[in-house]
């Protein structure tokens, strides 16, 4: 067998010959974790500053050791560095280019360090990055509804409980429930995020190490806010990662139900949105389609996200303390977390903002045109001193034969309304109009065309915050 020169250096002299090239390739990370590249070469600079801050090693070895990091990112981003499976991992690349660039001194950059403290330390500078912008993405999508809802207080749409039209509600009420769910996510990352900025580096392999390291000190270089108190857990916890994609998945649970409603809407039976042609697509063979793809691959790629995250919870459930390679599991599923929620945010934010024309005309034919003013007629009688039960059960046999009589309860006469009940006066017309019964709905948080203005008014002043 053909022994690599990377990995004679790679290993100790414990080894006689050369991995299988195929165990080489099934072992290798290489190919996703190169991702971390950036992270690596910044945690190894803050590493290499550590040693000679401590004397470890010497001010000139330090800063050979970060200009030859530095030389190696520009490297990178000039696509002059591109390591192959032989280099195993991103942090094995690195170090071995590191010893190409500036000599003997690369071999020192890992001293008091394992790659255990370092792939830990790499990924949670990965993941706070990503946090910081799909916070922003959550904001942007949250502007884009704010924005659609603004236009559409007055926009009457049909409320539902169980799919079964219930009440009218202002369409920027509706759009306005999708801020709460996401401002929830908002700050849900914030929370995860504190628990992503904590610092392995320094557990060494498993125990700590027997170097005079400062672990605040690279800490404060990383702008880390502690370490890890325990260098057990440090090396092998995987929480921060699951708190994330469980994060991830919550975003996803409310992008889809949102892409449900929107693929419901554009439908025929609802037609309550017409697709724009920028966020639309045609099919192949019906010349006639115009298909909500966008919503639907959302809808689909939140079974992915929650896969990943059932995947890492049974990564981590069977692993005995401290590192085992099964770690290296946790890295696709984190990124493809990260890369599928931003891509949904973008494509769901385009949605919002260009892609949903609202049918007003339909709209308000559908909530002029069915009973879910029913409840009102039941108000309006509990407001006269009908206790509300007898009254909801009045309304019940109104329902009943109007139906029969395919009227609505709009079409009811005045004496009819009065053999129903003597408290019917002419002001129930008004009463159950589907803009006042809308409108009525001005308790706290309500439907209230008053409370939805108010709620637009905390949603934007949220947004600036
Ligand atoms: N590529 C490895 C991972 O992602 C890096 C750490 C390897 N550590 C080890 N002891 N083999 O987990």
């Known amino acids: 067998m053909v ?42 600079q803050a590493h290499a500053r550590m040693l000679a801050h401590t004397g470890i090693i010497s001010p000139a070895e330090g800063a050979q050791l970060v200009a030859g990091l ?24 690195v170090e071995r280019r590191l010893t190409e660039l500036v000599g003997d001194v690369g071999k020192k950059l890992h001293t008091a360090r394992s790659r255990n403290d370092q792939v830990g330390t790499d990924t949670r500078l990965y993941l706070r990055d990503q946090i910081d912008q799909i916070k922003q993405q959550i904001r942007a999508f949250q502007t884009a509804l704010v924005e659609l809802a603004e236009q ?19 369409l920027a009420h509706h759009l306005l429930a999708y801020v709460e769910m996401t401002q929830r996510d908002w700050e849900r990352l914030g929370d995860v995020y504190r628990r992503v900025n904590i610092l392995p580096l320094g557990s060494g392999a498993l125990a700590g190490t027997t170097f005079p390291i400062d672990r605040h000190y690279v800490a404060e270089l ?10 057990l857990d440090g090396v092998s916890d995987r929480d921060f990662a699951i708190e994330f994609v ?40 019906m010349p006639q389609k115009k298909n909500p793809d966008v919503p639907e691959l959302v809808r689909g790629k939140t079974g992915r996200v929650f896969g990943h995250l059932q995947a890492l919870l049974v990564l981590m459930k069977g692993l005995p303390l401290a590192y085992n390679k099964d770690l290296q599991e946790d890295k696709e599923a984190l990124f ?54 007898e009254a909801y059960n009045i309304v019940g046999r109104v329902v009943k034969t109007s139906l029969a009589s395919g009227k609505l309860l709009k079409d009811l006469t005045i004496d009819e309304w009065q053999a129903i009940h003597p408290a019917f006066e002419p002001d129930i017309y008004a009463a159950i109009a589907p803009r006042q019964v809308v409108a009525a709905r001005n308790s706290y948080g309500g439907t209230g065309f008053e409370q939805v203005r108010q709620a637009l008014v905390r949603a934007r002043s949220q947004l600036n915050h």
């Not at 100790?12 to 974790?33: K, M, T, V």
């Not at 559409?152 to 009218?168: C, D, F, K, S, W």
């Not at 990383?222 to 260098?231: A, I, K, M, P, T």
């Not at 892409?259 to 309550?272: G, T, Y």
Request: negative net charge; charged residues 20%.
């Open 70 to 93: 530095e030389q190696i990112r520009q490297d990178y981003r000039q696509g002059l560095f591109t390591p192959g499976v032989d280099a195993e991992d991103v942090h094995f690349a």
């Open 246 to 285: 469980c994060a991830a998945s919550l975003i996803m649970v409310h992008l889809s139900r949102l892409s449900e409603e929107v693929i419901l809407w554009a439908s025929e039976e609802f037609r309550f949105v017409t697709l724009t042609d920028s966020c639309a697509t045609g099919s192949s063979i």
């Open 336 to 389: 493809d977390s990260v890369k599928t929620v931003s891509a949904c945010l973008e494509a769901m934010t385009i949605l919002m903002r260009e892609g949903l024309e609202f049918r007003t005309e339909r709209l308000n034919a559908a909530v002029a045109e069915d009973f879910s003013n029913a409840t009102d007629v039941a108000d309006y009688l509990a407001a006269r001193n009908v206790p509300f039960r």
């Open 3 to 44: 022994e690599s020169p990377s990995q004679q250096q790679t290993w100790s002299q414990r080894f006689e010959s050369a991995l299988h090239p195929a165990i080489a390739r099934f072992n290798a990370s290489i190919g996703f974790d190169i991702e971390l590249i950036e992270y690596d070469l910044t945690g190894s």
């Open 152 to 170: 559409h207080v007055e926009t009457l749409i049909p409320g539902y409980t169980h799919l079964q039209r219930a009440q009218p509600v202002s």
């Open 222 to 231: 990383l702008d880390f806010d502690q370490v890890y108190g325990n260098s």
